[in-house]
């Protein structure tokens, strides 16, 4: 076990496993048989206590779906979902490769969360407004954001609709329901709140839905969140994205050796639902009823996704200095993509030979839109971004004091 | 709109004005904060406006000043023009993130795509014996953060026209309401029987809706001798100081610290050749350093004495030894007696 130890009484905790260990996480319970079953969405929040410390799953290990929560998709649909996870990772390591070779200042990759944002995305509608972090680019693809305007953003070229104002891959995308992501970590929590608070004021039937990381779960910005959506019954989701790792640090240190970070929601009245993130039909499945819950005035629901963040947190450091190299791979819940795949071989959709050339195409597919992208320019070249454009949209009317500052600033050429 | 009607108002009766013409224009105005709803905030300025426009207009939030900032970000970004108030100046650090990070950067992070259209109300400054915690001017800490405004006015007619435009702002406003000045104007002597608006000229105020844009100064008096900048509580200070050393001193209210009408004091300085400034808050890297830094950068050739300013000490705002702390009138008459000695 830990290699560390605590030789005072003050309890530090650590994570099971560290470099140089062999990561065993047979402990885990995998519960296939116990999910909770699936209340109506208008009950009571306290029916939904206990789903904050069990776990609901519809696809097993063997490819099949089962249970009362496995939803009505049909296998368009889930094709859909298959090929906006593949085009999400393929994205994600081509981009991580540019930014290897200098292209962009940073990146980071999503992979083995793709279902939390693609499942997620399926079950909502396109006026729901998503607040995001920055590893739920998988919301962009399946709504059908550009992805070559999403390279652009990430090039910080003149493609970039943000004119290089913001880091790669703090994106905002207003028209496909992405608020602009903050770089300040559960800020965006209670933002949704009150955006979902706005919808309500308006009588409009539209939802927000927000996300965090296990790891910001410790900003008071997330009991912000908790207490107004409960306080004033916003339409809204609140997702907590477990996937382990904040940077390098594991998700004891964020709230304790805890069960479960969906429990936190059960304090301020809240729905709970504690889901298996890296199963698309489960994720979609709590996504659809809480949406449908927020809806119909029920008020808010936290959604516990229980993922594995396979890579490191950014381009900016290596997962091999703080935990064992192979956890990703005896991660007990698998790979979100596989096992959406093995369900549709299971039920005669798909076969492992259509996957492979899948996965060629998006690969040839993303190379060419990158192409096409890195044409507008890039950050170790040319970015065709005008430098005078950093004095635009600090306000909506150019002060006096920034057009000096401007003219100054033209002076020093 | 018609401005023919005007009344007396004090100054929190000037603030609610605002609030309930604009509530009243447009349905997207929705004004919280804490005890601000049912009971009408702790200074009443929101008195009487959950009765007239609906619990859901103007409501209680929870003790919470990062979740009403947090809110009203996401209100403000989804079309709502939202009016939040902190209670006491002094509670608004735990917002601080929401409004540096978060309302001040918003437009500029989405290059336009989600804006911020919020206001911030909050009292602020001491004189009531409110001790550390009732008393601050935390001013420069707004007006460091680029994409913020920060207004502060001094009487009621400039209260309610700054906050309609304020409200009516594009870009988030803090709107600082020096509480001293909330019931009269104070002349920088504690001991003596305080002044009610009634009866001020800038007690009257146009019923309706008028505006004062954000980013012009006020020269409240015209003088040859010297110009002192100063805001909010200390104008009124300053006033009473002029009248009793007779010097002929330029008053610019600066009623808008961000944007500042640096138009209207360059002109004034080059004219006098003398500046004061003065604030309530604490000294070192107060706004005054930034004013200083202005009028030597565009006046220097102009300038006859050293600049000087007349502030808070460097020290918590202490409860008993309040008067000792502020600014008064004493203080200021000294200053500027000596400035004009020093020839």
Redesign the interface.
């Known amino acids: 076990m830990s290699k560390r130890q605590n030789t005072s009484r003050l309890y530090v905790p650590e994570p099971p496993f560290r470099p140089g260990d062999t990561p065993d996480y047979s402990h885990i319970s995998v519960p296939a048989k116990h999910t909770p079953p699936r209340p109506d969405p208008m009950c009571d929040d306290h029916e939904t206590a206990g789903h904050a410390l069990g776990l609901i799953r519809v696809l097993r290990f063997n490819g099949e779906a089962v249970g009362d929560w496995k939803p009505k998709l049909t296998s368009e649909q889930l094709l859909k979902g298959l090929r906006d996870m593949m085009l999400t990772r393929a994205m994600d390591i081509r981009m991580f490769n540019m930014q290897r070779q200098g292209k962009m200042s940073f990146y980071m990759k999503s992979t083995g969360e793709e279902a939390v944002s693609v499942g997620h995305a399926m079950a909502l509608r396109a006026d729901d ?1 998503t607040f995001p972090t920055y590893r739920q680019q998988g919301i962009l693809i399946n709504r059908g954001a550009p992805i070559a305007e999403m390279m652009c953003q990430c090039l910080s070229n003149g493609g970039d ?3 290089g ?2 880091i790669p891959v ?1 994106y ?3 028209d496909f329901g992405f ?2 992501v ?1 770089g ?1 970590l559960g ?13 309500a ?2 009588n409009e039937d539209s939802i ?1 839905s927000v996300f965090t990381g296990e790891g910001a779960t410790a900003e ?2 997330f009991h ?2 908790l ?2 959506a409960s ?1 004033y019954r916003a339409p809204c989701i609140i997702n907590v994205v477990n996937n382990q790792w904040a940077i390098s640090s594991f998700q004891g240190i964020a709230m304790g050796e805890g069960e479960s970070f969906a429990a936190r929601g059960t304090g301020y009245g809240l729905a709970t639902l504690r889901v298996d993130g890296n199963d698309l039909l489960a994720v979609y499945a709590a996504t659809e009823w809480a949406a449908e819950r927020a809806r119909k005035g029920g008020g808010a629901t936290v959604i516990e996704h229980f993922t594995y963040r396979k890579e490191g947190h950014s381009t900016s450091d290596d997962p091999t200095k703080y935990r064992p190299e192979d956890e990703p791979e005896v991660w007990p819940f698998g790979d979100p993509i596989t096992r959406l795949k093995d369900h549709l071989i299971h039920i005669g959709e798909w076969s492992e030979e259509k996957h492979l050339a899948q996965e060629k195409e998006l690969k040839l597919h993303i190379r060419d839109l990158y192409k096409e992208a890195e044409k507008m320019g890039n950050l170790s070249g040319d970015t065709h971004v005008d430098p005078l454009t950093m004095f635009e ?4 009317d150019m ?3 920034l057009k000096r500052q401007r003219a100054n600033f033209l002076d020093e050429d | 709109m018609s401005q023919s009607k005007s009344s007396d108002m004090n100054m929190i009766e000037a603030i609610r004005d605002a609030m309930d013409v604009k509530m009243s224009s447009d349905p997207n105005v ?1 004004v919280f904060g804490e005890d601000v709803g049912y009971f009408g905030g702790v200074f009443r300025c929101t008195a009487g406006l959950q009765e007239k426009h609906g619990l ?1 207009r103007c409501f209680d ?2 003790i ?1 000043e ?2 009403i900032v ?11 023009r ?1 009016v939040a108030e902190i209670q006491f100046a002094d509670y608004i650090y ?1 917002g601080y ?2 409004i540096a ?2 309302a001040a950067r ?10 911020a259209p919020l206001t911030i109300r909050t009292p602020v400054g001491g004189g009531i014996y409110g001790g550390t915690t009732h008393s601050q001017s935390p001013e420069a800490l707004f007006t460091h953060i ?2 913020l ?1 920060t207004v502060i006015p001094s009487n009621p007619y400039d209260a309610k026209g700054l906050l309609i435009s304020a409200i009516e ?3 988030p406003v803090l709107f600082l309401e020096p509480k001293r000045l909330y019931n009269g104007p104070f002349d920088g002597e504690p001991h003596k029987a305080s002044v009610s608006w009634a009866g001020h000229a800038l007690g009257d105020v146009p019923s309706g809706e008028y505006r004062i844009s954000l ?1 012009k100064a006020r020269v409240l008096r015209e003088g040859e001798a010297l110009t002192i900048l100063a805001y909010g509580t200390m104008v009124w200070v300053a006033q009473a100081a002029v009248e009793a050393t007779g010097v002929d001193a330029e008053i610019i209210d600066l009623r808008s610290l ?3 009408d ?2 209207t004091i360059v002109a004034s300085v080059k004219k006098t050749g003398r500046a004061m400034v003065l604030h309530e808050a604490t000294r070192t890297s107060g706004f005054g350093a930034e004013l200083i830094a202005e009028i030597q950068e565009h006046c220097f050739y102009y300038l006859e004495a050293p600049l000087v300013r007349v502030t808070g000490w460097d020290t918590p705002y202490p409860h008993a030894q309040e008067w000792a702390y502020f600014p008064t009138k004493e203080r200021v008459m000294r200053e500027i007696n000596d400035m004009m000695d020093a020839d």
């Open positions: 407004m609709r943000l004119q104002k913001s703090l905002s995308f207003r608020f602009s903050s300040n800020t965006q929590l209670i933002q949704g709140v009150g955006w979902a608070m706005a919808n004021y308006k927000a008071g910005d912000y969140a207490n107004f306080t949209q600090v306000y909506g002060p006096d004091h | 929705l859901h939030t929870p919470s990062g979740g947090g809110m009203a970000v996401g209100m403000a970004a989804n079309g709502l939202p735990p993130d929401q990070s978060e918003l437009r500029y992070r989405s290059n336009g795509e989600f804006t680029a994409g405004k702002d594009d870009d980013g961000l944007p500042l640096l138009e």
